[in-house]
């Protein structure tokens, strides 16, 4: 463990396990959250004989809580820094959520270009455009992403303890198994972040067509989504997705979550795993 300096200056955090000669699996994780939410992957591919590595995104866990640079390009070019440090090839990239965002513009601007990236995987991903306008009217209306920025402008600490406990994970659906340990590790990851990054972060998950950087990616890439996916609807993201990826395969689960990644590590992991040796 250990951190890497931008191009800009900034301080991020980042975890490195396993063989160095092995081949590398880099993780990008979901908004507001840390690299910690792949804690469940981690251990599994670490197992498995690989080399696993994941970063906290500017602002967020214990990378430098900067004011600016909460947008896609510069997180995906956090995350070059990173490839960069470490000297990563052949490396497999997988993101959740704003991570799979992550992802896809890392790919298409500097990995593949790199030659660096063997495979990609977007779980729950918001490509490539969350918010709901003329021409994507699957997407979600922006009063929902103002009415996000208003709850955590008041009150973050309660914000973060009502997105776990309702949509995220699927608790909020009759008959569900609630977890309050998985609940409260959101809320701490959350709030070990900065109220600055997660204000502009909404911006950069809602409001980012990465319709180009579906295109340009050309590597296999696995598109996994929970069918009752909550806060990133599956018609407006993997269903539109799965269509603009050259090499693009869509998996998805009847009645699992915008959270599968967490409640359903099992399943997951296996079904990355099978990807990843395919």
């Known amino acids: 463990m250990g951190f890497v300096t931008t191009d800009d200056n900034v301080q991020i955090f980042y975890k490195d396990w396993g063989p160095k000669d092995a081949q590398p699996i880099v993780f990008h994780h979901g908004w507001p959250l840390s690299s910690d939410d792949w804690d469940a992957q981690m251990l599994f591919f670490l197992s498995r004989g690989y080399r696993v590595i994941a970063h906290d995104r ?42 799979g965002g992550e992802v896809a513009r890392y790919v298409a601007v500097h990995g593949e270009p790199a030659g660096r990236v063997a495979r990609a995987v977007l779980v729950a991903a918001i490509p490539p455009l969350m918010l709901k306008t003329d021409d994507n009217p699957e997407g979600t209306p922006i009063g929902v992403f103002d009415g996000f920025r208003s709850a955590l402008a008041a009150n973050r600490a309660q914000f973060f303890r009502d997105v776990p406990a309702g949509p995220f994970y699927g608790f909020n659906r009759t008959g569900a198994d609630v977890y309050e340990g998985v609940i409260q590790n959101w809320w701490r990851q959350g709030m070990m972040g900065s109220a600055k990054a997660h204000y502009d972060g909404i911006k950069a998950f809602s409001e980012t067509d990465q319709t180009e950087d579906l295109k340009r990616i050309t590597v296999p890439t696995l598109v996994l989504h929970g069918e009752d996916d909550q806060v990133v609807p599956i018609a407006a993201s993997a269903e539109k997705s799965v269509k603009l990826l050259v090499k693009g395969t869509l998996k998805t689960y009847p009645g699992l979550s915008h959270g599968m990644l967490t409640i359903n590590a099992e399943l997951l992991n296996a079904d990355i795993l099978a990807f990843i040796e395919g």
């Open 58 to 99: 500017r602002g967020h866990g214990r990378s430098e809580q900067v004011d600016s640079g909460h947008d896609i390009d510069h997180y995906a070019a956090d995350a070059l820094a990173v490839v960069n440090a470490l000297d990563l090839r052949n490396a497999v990239h997988i993101g959740h959520s704003t991570g």
